[in-house]
């Protein structure tokens, strides 16, 4: 916002630019309730200044890694149990040292805040009060792990290290009040799932034959666990046939339960989540800008911070001969790009068929003589396609493109690689496999294989659709950031309170004895790495269940070997991954794609790359004068006076222009 800042009380003559600057300041939706005195404002500037951000980043990133680190440490090759080595484990201190640095750095951010926005706005903040309370709790269950070297059951701060991600992003914050107060609608859908899964494990219970009773209606719990597992498909048609053997009549409970469930309930779940949180965002990211700008001014700086940067390319060399400047026409058109493009997909299609000719074949039989000379060919000219073009554009001018760059730096990289097997092998190449390198001649070709397929990346600016399907993919990525940071918060909350409870769960003596178990068990499927030893292994373990892809072995393996509760805890992540963070994924796709392909007509490849919130300016209301004043005025720090015009109070406030 834009400000004619007069001197008067709590202000300085010289802060007025300061404050002009602070004010304008986008800030990631931050409070304007803070200190205004010159001296608060630098502060205020520097603390939000890229590099202090940037720096308690990372050092909120290094606190969440430590978990990786520390015991059970997930430095191990291998996170099953059977094939794993001794793994590394640091010496005690050597985290907690790295852990106490971080959490001095919190209790410095935690006093700058503190001090900008004054003693009576900490007393409102509740998470700056939480923010005091996890620091405090964090010291005290350090000061006892080191007292006990190292060797304690549970580490409480681990716990509570999510919340140092969470209070530090304001637009994370206010993600996560919206979430809460979709909650409710969220409940109701899930409350009736619920009926409608008791009345279906009551039903199923009392109709089938003693056959499917055994396997999959036994008990209530093994019912309700097989019709939840259903609900997903992760069991269909494993828990219908014994049934259906018997009778195919059968088959219609398991249709109709599918049918109201997994097809119904399921997609509405999705429809409230996309309606309802949409609505909350919008009643945010309304309540963040309200009070600061005009609706004019809010379109204005929407456009300016969020419009991608046109970059004006630097102009061509300029070269007196006229053969040379007819080779710069030649050189820099568009049709050498083509011919590029096609020459690297006849490079792929040639790899692919040499895999296919000797996906039947040993390694000793396979000739790699073949493939490497003609990669070598592809090769050069990758590279003389490079160097031609930097003739026509000249360095800046080649540099100044993302996809040249891009181009570049792999075809350097594979001139390297060919580089060191002409060095070690020589010509014609040798079939000893390893004894000259670090890297036997196969595998060497396989890596500038993999290169070269991934180099074929090239043609997606080429090609108008696929670019426009790669820009909204890219662009959905910058703006769910805060979706991914809540992601990341729930993942280290629901492994930090169970790799220390539930860490070697399966010993080595079941794990190397040799009796028969069912089919489709946790045992007979080898699914051994998936565990909770460690960080890694639990992150793992996890998203397989999210996939929800035979998640029932998880379940029935870990009330096995702990208790019935376990599947409690499974169902728990099941409901707060899969059904609601993707359904709430999948619904700001649906959103963000309905409006870039139908609210914007005639939408070409470089104007695709919408911000998130561009569609949300157009139904956010203006702020009237009165709230702008009202705002203003109940701003703690900032003491202004008023006067009255025929009887009509208005503020003398700072000037905003239109």
Known sequence: VTTSIHPFSGVGRGSGADLQLTFRARGGYRSINHRVDAGSLRLYRWYYSRICQWILGTIIAV???????????????????????????????????????????????????SYLIGWEEFRKSKWLISYTVVICVSVVDWVLSVSMECDEKLRVRRLVRPFFLLQNSSLMKKTLKCIKRTLPEIASVILLLALHLCLFTMIGMLLFAKNAWELHFKNLTTSLTSLLVLLTTANNPDVMIPAYSLNRCYAIFFIT???????????????????QFRGYLLASQQFAEQGYMDQQQFRRIFDELDKDCIKEHPPLPQYTSATLQKLQVVFSHYYLTVLGNLVALANVLCICTILVLNSEKSTEERDNNVLEVINLCFILFYLSEMSVKIFAFGWRGYLSYRSNIFDGFLTVLLLIL??????????????????????????????????IVFRFL???????????????????????????????????????????????????????????????????LGYWPNNFDDFAAAIILLYDVMIVNNWQAFMEAYSRYTSEWSKVYFVCWWLTSSVMWVNLFVALILEYVTFLFLTVPGISVRSSLIPLACFLREQIQEP???????????????????????????????????
């Open 63 to 113: 606190v969440l890694l430590l978990a990786f680190v520390e015991r059970p440490s997930s430095l191990s090759i291998s996170s099953d149990p059977r094939h794993q080595s001794n793994r590394w484990e640091p010496p005690c201190g050597a985290p907690e040292s790295v852990e106490m640095l971080c959490l001095f750095i919190f209790c410095l951010d935690l006093a700058v805040k």
């Open 257 to 275: 339960f599918s049918i109201i469930g997994t097809y119904c309930l399921m997609n509405l779940l999705t429809a409230i989540i996309y309606n």
């Open 418 to 451: 060919q580089i060191a097997i002409f060095i070690t092998y020589r010509l014609p190449y040798s079939q000893e496999p390893s004894s000259r390198g670090v890297m036997s001649l196969w595998e060497m070709v396989r890596l500038v294989n993999m290169l």
């Open 458 to 524: 090239r043609i997606i600016p080429d090609i108008k659709l696929m670019a426009l399907v790669a820009s909204t993919l890219l662009d959905l990525v910058k703006n769910l950031r805060a979706f991914a940071g809540i992601l990341v918060v729930s993942i280290h909350r629901h492994i930090s309170d169970t790799v220390c409870v539930r860490s070697s769960v399966f010993s080595m003596d079941n794990t190397t004895s040799n009796f028969s178990t069912a089919c489709g068990t946790y045992e007979q």
């Open 624 to 658: 009237t004068e009165e709230e702008l004043a009202c705002q203003l005025h109940q701003h703690p720090h900032l003491h202004l006076e008023w006067r009255h015009e025929h009887q009509n109070i208005r503020p003398s406030l700072p000037s905003l222009r239109p």
